[in-house]
């Protein structure tokens, strides 16, 4: 049985992006493999041993410093759940509730940054098609996702994301995965193999 938390699916629930457990779920339907989604609100506890793949989407800016105070009190059990090679995705703003992981800084822009996205990735074959809608960004080029031929990368650049083992965070929404089948049949892949 596959288990997938949903991170604060109220307050983080901008564009669609529930979509995303929506794909990853129906393709799992499709190929009859059992898992059950937990939905964790602010009075949840925690439990990341017991989940094989954490996600979490964009939200309201009000909302990501409150869910990162939540969330710190988790910082050492949140890297050991990624060193243990347990998937972790954040799309959009919810790049910056990690920061506090330490694997990249948050680079904040006032404008917001709106585009369009064609992009390419190692992870599957194709181009991802996405959005984006954001004011913050990963500074890093180290450990990218994606290459991207339009919309906006990390830093300025056409490199896009931020990849650890199974720990991916990316500004780019769409919903990203119901949008881009090779992309989720990826993280399904994923998730069968461990």
Do not use: W
Request: hydrophobic residues 35%; aromatic residues 12%.
């Amino acid at each position: 049985m596959i288990t997938i938390a949903h991170l604060y699916p109220y307050e983080l629930a901008l564009y669609g992006e529930n979509g995303n457990i929506k794909a990853l779920t129906y393709e799992l339907e499709k190929q009859n493999i059992k898992y059950k989604v937990i939905l964790i609100d602010k009075e949840t506890n925690l439990e990341l041993e017991k989940y094989d793949f954490i996600y979490i989407g964009s939200g309201r800016e009000k909302y990501l410093e409150d869910v990162k105070k939540r969330l710190l009190p988790y910082k050492e059990e949140l890297l050991n759940y990624i060193e243990s090679d347990k998937i972790l995705l954040a799309t959009g703003n919810a790049i910056s509730i990690f920061d506090f992981l330490d694997f990249y800084e948050i680079e904040y822009h006032e404008n917001r940054e709106v585009h369009d996205v064609d992009a390419t990735t190692s992870l599957c074959s194709g181009n991802i098609k996405g959005f984006q809608n954001t004011n913050h960004l990963i500074k890093t080029t180290k450990n990218i996702i994606f290459n991207i031929n339009e919309g906006i990368g990390n830093h300025n650049t056409k490199m896009e994301g931020f990849n650890y083992k199974n720990f991916y965070a990316t500004s780019i929404i769409g919903p990203l995965l119901a949008r881009n089948d090779k992309l989720n049949q990826y993280f399904v892949n994923l998730l069968t193999k461990n």
